[in-house]
């Protein structure tokens, strides 16, 4: 799509768009953005922190340069921790790099407290874990833990840290144990031959490697034969094929190709199987094994020469984790091992003997913490010497929290009775919130006053309760799984009843009685007869005369038309007021008022767009 920009607006493809259209577009995009923008703030998931990945190997997987051996079992732990706010059924988790994979047969591992209370569960494939956690540490802060799972390194690679990815699409750098070198190498040395082991994922076959150096060979066997003799122990016992993929095998390979980690299908890899040979004892638990450098009949000095051969459990089912003494792994203790197997070389041409002992380690295990909430507790009693108020009586204690989360701050009133059993606050709260206790009022009680209140720590001594200089006010540091404990003392005072007066009261001389009548204002009449002025007018129809009879005159009630009345008082009219309109309600700042600004702004952008692209048609 083209878009080019002009002087009187915008053309995008073959359409030009006026530039009052430009705005007007840009205006209802703002406010869809804001609309937007608060919805998006409105979201908010718990977050977990996966960190402090470490990797723990034993000596026999590490070679002579202290690197991590390829194939060799390790144990990476990391460990997590959860935010304020996580609610049952939130997960976290985490993925292996390329150069790791999980080892271990168990479908799920349970996050387990010291006391065995299981606070989740996690799953594990060959390259990622993932951890969901139940309701039992709900109501808990500072829910953490641990996951430790063993691992083979796969891949050689020479960096000191791999990248490990949370869900949560993070990476941390997991440091690889180092020596002389860093990073994931092979079980060899230039100048003595080295021998390991390793659990196949059956969980019933274990493979042995027996790694010689050219030039070693080269010097012991100047005549080409070399004889290894290998005694097991262990209930596993030497079988040719143990799985359909895995046979004795002898090779040679060049050290300094990278392929060197995985020969199988490395074009330089010769093949010197049919230049070795087996011979097994009755009971399969000794094998003699004869070597020959191949149709040269020279041991090539600049290479490496490699034996494989296996071994398979004999007992029922996967072998059963066990403990031995014998097995000591740096940073584990012998319970966290499982059953031993051992394998015992002995090179005849020096006599130099080489042990090798697979243990398979269940190292698969995850821990979780937390702690408790807890509160204050407050009871209530009278100082010696108090009047005498019933037990029961309540007393309102004002209740100031502060915590570290600010969901939790508030300010209530608690009533306390005197002489029951301490009253704790409303809720319990996170470790390290602090709770200030007063006693602004007292109760109201006939004949009984207060002294000021005192607070007091429930146990002296207590680092938890803090008191004020005055003794009226008491500062409590919660702490975890427990209340602190605080008392309240009240001084009741009894009010002495009013003697009467035993003095008789002094007489008041009567007041003498005015001599002056008072002056009384008359009424005004409610209506005043008034004298006409002016003769009535007379009819406007002639009538025949009649003799004039002298007659008494009687006064008539004024028409107001043409005589003035004298001003009588009245009772004054109230104005009709306006009744006054009731207050106009606002609603709070909540999406509500923000949709409404929106379509608002709206309404007058579109407006304001008709007006302008009106202006522009006629320009």
């Given amino acids: 799509m083209n878009i080019a920009l002009g002087r009187k607006g915008v053309r995008v493809g073959h359409t030009a768009l006026s530039a009052p259209l430009v705005a007007l577009i840009a205006i209802v995009v703002l406010i869809a953005g ?14 977990f922190t996966v960190s402090n990945p470490t990797i723990t190997a034993s000596e026999n997987a590490r070679n002579q340069d202290g690197q991590l051996v390829q194939w060799a079992e390790a144990v990476l ?69 641990t996951v430790s799972l063993g691992i083979q390194p796969v891949e050689r690679t020479s960096e000191s840290s791999l990248p ?107 093949w010197l199987t ?45 072998f059963i984790p066990a403990v031995s003494p014998e097995i000591s792994v740096e940073g584990e203790t012998p319970e966290t091992a499982s059953w031993l197997f051992g394998n015992h070389a002995v090179i005849e041409n020096t006599q130099e003997e080489l042990s090798s002992r697979v243990y ?15 509160s204050f507790a407050i009871s209530k009693k009278l100082s010696d010497g108090s009047a005498t108020i019933p037990d029961g009586t309540e007393f309102q204690v004002q209740v100031d929290v502060d915590s570290p989360i600010d969901s939790f701050d508030e300010t209530y009133v608690l009533k306390v009775p005197l002489g029951g059993e301490p009253i704790s606050g409303n809720k319990v709260l996170p470790a390290g919130t602090t709770v200030t206790l007063s006693e602004p009022t007292f109760p109201e009680l006939d004949g009984i ?52 007066e035993t003095t008789p009261p002094t007489s008041t001389p009567e007041t003498t009685p005015e001599t002056t009548p008072p002056t009384t204002t008359p009424a005004t009449p409610t209506t005043t007869p008034v004298t006409p002025t002016t003769p009535a007018t007379p009819p406007s129809v002639r009538t ?30 109230p104005a009709p007021t306006t009744p006054s309109q009731p207050a106009e309600k606002t609603l709070a700042n909540t999406g509500a008022t923000y949709t409404q600004w929106a379509l608002a702004i709206g309404g007058l952008a579109v407006a304001l767009g008709f007006v302008l692209i009106r202006r522009a048609r006629k320009a």
């Fill in 34 to 47: 804001v609309v937007g923008a608060g919805f998006a703030r409105a979201q908010a998931n718990p977050v």
């Fill in 77 to 145: 732990s990391v460990e997590w921790s959860a935010a304020y706010g996580w609610a049952p059924g939130d997960s976290f988790g985490f993925e292996l790099p390329t150069e790791l994979k999980f080892r271990g047969n168990a479908p799920a591992i349970d996050l387990k407290a010291d006391d065995g209370t299981v606070g989740g569960t996690c799953t594990v494939d060959a390259t990622s874990v993932t951890c969901t956690l139940n309701d039992a540490f709900q109501g808990k802060d500072s829910v953490h833990g």
């Fill in 164 to 270: 490990l990815k949370t869900d949560a699409g993070m990476e941390i750098l997991v440091p690889l144990p180092a020596g002389a070198k860093t990073g994931i190498g092979t079980s060899t040395d230039p100048e003595h031959p080295v021998k390991n082991g390793w659990v196949e994922d059956n969980d019933k076959t274990f493979g042995w490697q027996l790694v010689l150096p050219g030039a070693y060979l080269q010097k012991i066997a100047p005549e080409g034969q070399v004889t290894v003799r290998d005694t097991l122990g262990g209930k596993h016992l030497f079988v040719e094929k143990p799985m359909p993929n895995k046979q004795w095998s002898f090779i040679s390979v060049d050290p300094t190709n990278p392929a060197y980690a995985n020969p199988w299908g490395d074009p330089d890899t010769e």
């Fill in 274 to 318: 049919d230049s070795a040979s087996f011979e097994f004892s009755a009971d399969n638990k000794e094998v003699v094994i004869t070597l020959r450098p191949g149709a040269s009949g020279q041991w090539d000095p600049a290479r490496n020469y490699r034996l494989y051969y296996y071994t398979k459990y004999t007992g029922e089912g996967q």
């Fill in 360 to 374: 398979r380690i269940d190292w698969s295990r995850g821990t979780i913490a937390g702690v408790g909430r807890g």
């Fill in 449 to 500: 006053t207060f002294g000021e209140p005192r607070f007091s720590s429930a146990t002296a001594g207590d680092p938890n309760v803090a008191i004020s200089a005055d003794g009226t006010k008491a500062t409590i540091t919660t702490i975890a799984d427990t209340n602190v404990a605080v008392v309240l003392t009240n001084t009741a005072n009894e009010v002495p009843p009013t003697t009467p």
């Fill in 544 to 573: 025949t005369p009649t003799p004039e009879v002298p007659s008494t005159s009687v006064p008539r009630t004024p028409t107001g038309l043409d005589e003035t009345p004298t001003e009588v008082a009245r009772a004054e009219t």
